[in-house]
């Protein structure tokens, strides 16, 4: 009998460490609910969060209180499984592994998809992944078998373009400032680099283009210079959402120019050929349309293929003048 109530009394006491961990969980979630309702935004140490939070499809306060009721859950389980000893286990083990395999998919979306990390998400996915380990190495097994098997289906999946251009609203985190139209018609994302001067270019020409709203999508934190008019400019911006989108096209060089229409998305390359566009339009009078476009398909999307030489710069490193 005495023996019996030192092992019930071990168990009591080694649970209170995973059940300490799960209050934990809930300590840190719960003061970036606080945050957000205090602040509008999360606590994070990258932009990480906010490109993800940009990618998701119920608002942050709601994400949050989903992963405090997991951890609540979770803490209140804990402590009832370890005075019931092996009986109770079952249960909490079954949240463990969804919860590892709910990590393995985020992790996974953030690896494959995104293509930047949440150092938030990866503080709570730690968290999980400690609880799990405390369970043993039986279950750890099966966890690792949850989370390797949610990583490799997701290895697998092509995210391709269309994540992001089918929401055209997650390009709106990358705005730096906006040129509105006297006219409502297409809109117009313009990504560029504050270094490449065909860039600046068009830039500087945007004033003789004033039917158009144009918003410009830096790729980098320094925000270009420009003297063009009646430019609204935002407070903050994500120049990495507009990195993404390049990198998910496979495109090295700038500018690039993002047309919504209601007939789709069509991306132009070059500082010649954005600028026809433009030309054909937004200028007052608009000219008749052209037929010396080069067009090719790109999972769904219109992409006008450039001339020879039609003024671009890489990505990485700034280009002189031609």
Known sequence: MMKRISLKADTERGSRIPTAIALAGCLVIGGQIVSILLQ??????????QVLEGLTRIPPLYFNLLGLGYFLTLAVVLAIAAKRGKAGAFLPSLLLLAGM????????????AVR???SYCLTVAGLILLLNLLQ???????AG????????AMSMLDFGSAMLLSRAETLQAGVYAVRPGKISGNRYHLIISATCPHCQNVLDALDRYPDCTVAINPISAK???TATMNLQKKRGYLPEVNRLLLALLDIKEIPVMLEYSENGETLYKGEKDILRVLDRECATPVSPPRTDTYGRSTDGMSTQEP???AGECTIEESCESR
Not at 101 to 112: D, N, P, R
Not at 136 to 142: A, E, I, K, M, S
Not at 145 to 152: K, T
Request: hydrophobic share 35%; net charge neutral.
């Open 40 to 49: 509008g935004k999360t606590v994070c140490l990258n932009q990480g969060c």
């Open 101 to 112: 395999g709910v990590e393995g998919a985020l992790v996974s979306y953030q690896q494959f």
């Open 116 to 118: 930047t990390f949440c």
């Open 136 to 142: 043993g190495w039986r279950h750890l097994v099966r």
């Open 145 to 152: 078998l949850v989370f390797g098997g949610v990583v490799l």
């Open 223 to 225: 925000p270009p210079e």
């Open 307 to 309: 001339p020879q030489d």
